[in-house]
Nanobody, 111 residues
Framework: QVQLVESGGGWVQPGGSLRLSCAAS????????MTWYRQAPGKQRELVAG???????FYAGFVKDRFDISRDNAKNTGDLQLNSLEPEDTAVYYC?????WGQGTQVTVSS
């Protein structure tokens, strides 16, 4: 059974940082691109960042060099470092690999 479990969300003030993690099990981790999506209340889910099997990363335009995605194929984990957070970054963040999705982790940015 494929399982993706996100962690690391929380509340942070504008300008702050959080590090999200995604732990995968039941999946051939090394052959899938890992992507992170987010969904804010009342909005559609949108792509945030992704990293392919070779470690090449890509980001949505709104990231503007604030976020950093990484993965560890030996540990079946991936991280998304969120820096310079803004209130507009408030959303539930989801990890995705293939057809599998995690349950999401809430990120709230407010003063």
């Amino acid at each position: 059974q494929v399982q993706l479990v996100e962690s690391g969300g929380g509340w942070v003030q504008p300008g702050g940082s959080l590090r999200l993690s995604c732990a995968a099990s039941g999946i051939n981790f090394g052959i899938y691109t890992m992507t992170w999506y987010r969904q804010a209340p009342g909005k559609q889910r949108e792509l945030v960042a992704g990293i392919n099997t070779a470690g090449n990363a890509f980001y949505a335009g709104f990231v503007k060099d604030r976020f950093d995605i990484s993965r560890d194929n030996a540990k079946n984990t991936g991280d998304l470092q969120l820096n310079s957070l803004e209130p507009e970054d408030t959303a539930v963040y989801y990890c995705n690999m293939g057809l599998a999705w995690g349950q999401g982790t809430q990120v709230t940015v407010s003063s």
